[in-house]
């Protein structure tokens, strides 16, 4: 398995990391088998959250006496002292370990970003670190390139999670990912697949041109294929999507720009209407959060994590249901999503109609 060094951590990942996300669909004895084959295998890095259901425990159960083996992530959803050492030890007891190596600010957003300075987060998460209950600070985020890049520079995080999937328009590589190579901080690509998009679609795939290779295993080339990007977690619930994402790790080589422009074309039409999170959309005029919407109801959807998304829904100051249809968000959509309608169904499933 290939290793990239995490920033300025020093720490050598495998290039593809597990993602825990999906655990809470996967019996605990699945799991046990799973995450152990994972880590016999390789993989050296696995990513959850506190608001993973069970994602934690199940780590906890199955790879306590292993722990040795592998870099632990977590992410936390809190931003002032309080919370975040309450969520810290809860943590630590899921996880049934003594220390965790990396602990993120979990999906920043808007004004959170201060709150983390100004409330206590960041503090209490220092002194974690001096008490040897984590290793290093990180931070996840989702859309604000511009809060992506104050996160860089502010020299306070090791690693910075951001989504980056072929299928996300390309915001990053540019200036982003090369800064946070200069200033030490490892870049982690979550969300790889888009949610499991680029995993489950076949159709229209040029397997053969590919050298039977599937849409998974080449979208995950492609993100390796920016050398400063430290590994991709993408979302494993069994050991066939293991074993094809490990390949990748194993046999690692770089798309050439033709078979990224071939990898593009077939992105660009099984990614037709769908939601990637670019913000390109906003303002709109009524305030609504359109980006973070579709992003809960995709975590409703894809990862099974329907009360935490339904909670995150209700703690909008704005529904979807103000919209007013006024179309100003449809010009802006460089990617075809008919957003009131979609708006309508995430407020459907989001539980509030
Ligand atoms: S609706 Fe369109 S513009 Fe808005 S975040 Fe999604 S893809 Fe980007
Ligand atoms: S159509 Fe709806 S979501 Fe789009 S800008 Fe207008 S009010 Fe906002």
């Known amino acids: 398995m290939q290793k990239r060094t995490l920033g300025k951590t020093g720490w050598k990942i495998?290039?593809?990391?597990?993602?825990?996300?999906?655990?809470?669909?996967?019996?605990?004895?699945?799991?046990?088998?799973?995450?152990?084959r994972a880590v016999d295998l390789g993989i050296n890095f696995i990513d959850t959250a506190d608001c993973y259901g069970d994602s934690?425990?199940?780590?906890?159960?199955?790879?306590?006496?292993?722990?040795?083996?592998?870099?632990?992530?977590?992410?936390?959803?809190?931003?002032?002292g309080p919370g975040v050492m309450k969520k810290l030890e809860r943590s630590l007891q899921r996880l049934k370990t003594d220390w965790i190596d990396l602990v993120l600010f979990h999906d920043v957003r808007g004004s959170e970003y201060e709150k983390i300075f100004e409330k206590g987060g960041l503090e209490a998460l220092e002194k974690a670190r001096r008490q040897g209950k984590i290793s290093e600070i990180g931070i996840s985020i989702h859309h604000s390139?511009?809060?992506?890049?104050?996160?860089?520079?502010?020299?306070?995080?090791s690693a910075l999670m951001v989504a980056y999937s072929p299928i996300d328009e390309d915001r990053l590589t540019l200036d982003l990912i090369p800064l946070a190579q200069q200033k030490g901080v490892g870049v982690i690509a979550m969300k790889p697949l888009a949610g499991g998009k680029l995993g489950e679609s076949r159709r229209g795939w040029n397997r053969k041109y590919f050298k039977g290779e599937s849409p998974a295993q080449v979208s995950l080339r492609y993100i390796l294929t920016n050398p400063h990007l430290t590994c991709a977690i993408p979302g494993m619930t069994n050991l066939n999507e293991l074993e094809e994402n490990?390949?990748?790790?194993e046999d690692f080589r770089h798309l050439s720009s033709e078979e990224i422009g071939v990898l593009m074309d077939w992105v660009g039409e099984v990614g037709k209407g769908f939601c990637r999170n670019c913000g390109y959309c906003l303002p709109c005029p009524e305030g609504i959060s359109i980006p973070d919407i579709f992003r809960f109801e995709s975590y409703h959807e894809s990862y099974g994590m329907k009360r935490w998304a339904a909670e995150q829904y209700r703690l909008l100051p704005v529904k979807a249901d103000a919209c007013s249809s006024c179309g100003q968000c449809l010009e802006r959509c460089p990617f075809g999503v008919s957003i009131p309608q979609c708006l309508q169904e995430a407020h459907r499933i989001l539980g509030l109609s």
């Open 14 to 36: 495998s290039v593809i990391g597990f993602g825990a996300i999906k655990l809470p669909r996967v019996s605990q004895r699945d799991c046990d088998v799973l995450l152990n």
């Open 56 to 80: 934690e425990e199940k780590i906890g159960s199955a790879l306590s006496k292993r722990r040795r083996e592998f870099y632990l992530s977590t992410k936390i959803d809190e931003r002032d």
């Open 145 to 157: 390139v511009s809060m992506m890049k104050k996160a860089i520079e502010s020299g306070v995080f």
């Open 246 to 249: 490990l390949k990748v790790g």
